[in-house]
């Protein structure tokens, strides 16, 4: 196959890619064709310039290229593609389904197994020209906040879907855990990250996907909700799928998730995040020990000199807090020793109540996104 052929069955493949909600945008660097070579052969990408991020039955799928490849054959083709991380498959019975997926979330995380640095470098960049004004460019995202909910009273006022042993306990499928891509990421760039690695939960056919794919382990709940503790004590952001049954929970820390270190660059993170709550300071209790400055990863938080107090005629620091940068997330709350800080939830009018399942978010954020084209 001529370089030049090659070159158009990939421009092809981004082009299909860039007509889904979270697109694939055109770079003048060209860096995401890199990205396509590293989790598509030309074969592949043939195919998968034909899918949906609709799953479809395999076997309406092979009717297209049914001149080209028996059955079998193309079977492997697909199965091998979902291995690889390209797209997405679920099983329904003995019937497979096979959909396109995003680069994020999507194909970036499941390059779990197969990432190198020369992928790693190359999302970096590509995130940095174009895909980070992508990933947030409309007003609803895939990801949300959800607070540690002991730093929220009463219990009663949470709804489940900010609830997340609600959200843990009252999943009907397979839960699993996998190891956080972000985190990986770094340290094939020798940016190790304190963390643990061991993070990133996917559930019912998500699990499945993952498990399958060698990707993830399959746990119990009460495990589940013991690895949650843990890196709520760690200082890591919960960050479920944006919808009431989320496919994903994660566990983001500020110093190497995506989504947090770019939200971090700007001036009103809030308005980015969908969360339901807002950290609140009594200033009167705070003692200004500063602990809250390193729990939260957003830099929301500032130690503001309130001059001498009247009885001790020391001087005395106070915690301030940024509104514009809390995004609900409640780590602050939970280490404040003399409880000065806790969560309050949001006005009616700033609730976000989230779509009702992946399908729904996904056509929200289509709306969203041909609507802004259109102005």
């Keep these: 196959m001529s370089e030049e ?163 843990v306990m009252g999943e009907r499928g397979k839960i699993s855990i996998s190891e956080c891509i972000c985190r990986k990421k770094k340290d094939l760039q020798g940016e190790h990250c304190e963390h643990s690695r061991e993070t990133c939960f996917q559930l019912g056919g998500a699990a499945d996907f993952y498990i399958e794919n060698g990707l993830a382990r399959e746990i119990e709940k009460e495990e589940a909700l013991e690895i949650i503790r843990n890196a709520e004590k760690e200082g890591l952001v919960i960050e479920p799928g944006n919808t009431v049954h989320p496919y994903a929970i994660c566990c983001c820390c500020g110093c190497c998730c995506e989504v947090l270190t770019n939200l971090k660059k700007l001036n009103n993170p809030a308005d980015f995040v969908h969360s339901n709550y807002h950290a609140e300071i009594n200033q009167e209790e705070c003692i200004g020990c500063g602990v809250c400055l390193d729990r939260c990863q957003m830099n929301a938080i500032s130690l503001i000199d309130e001059g001498s107090d009247t009885d001790t005629k020391q001087s005395k620091k106070v915690a301030h807090l940024n509104l514009e940068r809390c995004i609900g997330c409640g780590l602050c709350a939970t280490t404040c020793g003399p409880e000065a800080i806790h969560m309050v939830k949001k006005s009616d009018k700033e609730i976000k109540i989230p779509p009702k399942n992946t399908k729904e978010l996904y056509m929200k954020i289509g709306m969203e996104k041909s609507e802004m084209k259109n102005k």
Excluded: W
Excluded at 60 to 81: A, C, P, Q, V
Excluded at 104 to 111: K, L, S, T
Excluded at 125 to 135: A, S
């Design 5 to 167: 052929k090659e070159k158009k069955i990939y421009f092809k493949l981004r082009k299909h890619l860039d007509q889904f909600p979270i697109g694939l945008p055109k770079t003048d660097s060209g860096v995401e064709i890199k990205l396509l070579k590293h989790i598509f052969t030309p074969e592949e990408a043939k195919i998968a310039s034909t899918l949906s991020i609709f799953p479809k039955k395999a076997h309406t799928l092979f009717l297209r290229f049914r001149r080209k490849y028996s059955e079998d054959e193309f079977n492997d083709i697909l199965e091998n593609m979902a291995k690889k991380g390209g797209i997405f498959r679920y099983r329904k019975g003995d019937k497979r389904y096979y959909s396109n997926a995003f680069l994020a979330v999507g194909m970036f995380e499941y390059q779990l197994n197969r990432m190198d640095k020369e992928f790693a470098d190359n999302f970096d960049q590509y995130l940095d020209e174009v895909f980070f004004d992508e990933f947030t460019g409309v007003d609803t995202p895939q990801l949300r906040v959800i607070p540690i909910e002991q730093t929220v009273e009463p219990k009663t006022a949470i709804a489940t879907y900010d609830y997340l042993e609600d959200l």
